[in-house]
């Protein structure tokens, strides 16, 4: 079994195109164009996504041993994600690259049709 951890965020989030790795809050946080999409707690068990928040409680109905919103971050739009729930690194790029999707402006999603979750292309591009 794989263990999945902030070095596997780290890695995938910094392998997207212009990501860039800033401290904040003293934690790390990613951003695409100024805009943060990844931030990883100080415990580093669990990382933070921009979800929105209509979807946000379907995911956590759905998979409340995933995915859950702290107190005080119940009005963003973000989902914190605990990294031992995932079921492997596949998943992980998912979510990061769809949090990175609604973050990048739309010149670089325009440059990167193939960057789809998973690092699918889009079989209709076929």
């Known amino acids: 079994m794989i263990v999945i951890d902030s070095d596997d965020v780290r890695r ?14 003293s ?4 951003r695409v164009a100024g805009k943060m999409y990844i931030t990883v ?11 929105p928040r209509h979807e946000r409680a379907e995911l956590i109905a759905a998979e409340p041993e995933k ?12 989902v914190r ?4 729930a995932l079921e492997d690194l596949d998943e992980l790029r ?3 690259v769809d949090s990175w999707q609604q973050a990048a402006p739309q010149r670089l999603l325009d440059d990167h049709p193939a960057l ?3 690092g699918r292309p889009d079989p209709a591009e076929d």
Do not use: Y
């Not at 995938?12 to 809050?25: G, Q």
């Not at 934690?27 to 990613?30: D, G, K, S």
């Not at 707690?41 to 979800?51: E, G, I, K, L, M």
């Open 12 to 25: 995938i989030a910094l392998s997207l195109p212009e990501t860039v790795e800033k401290e904040a809050w």
């Open 94 to 96: 998912d979510i990061l």
């Open 41 to 51: 707690p100080d415990d580093q068990t669990s990382f933070a996504v921009r979800c």
């Open 67 to 78: 995915f859950w919103v702290p107190a005080h971050e119940a009005s963003s739009s973000w």
């Open 27 to 30: 934690m790390p946080t990613f």
């Open 116 to 118: 789809r979750p998973g």
């Open 81 to 84: 994600v605990r990294l031992a």
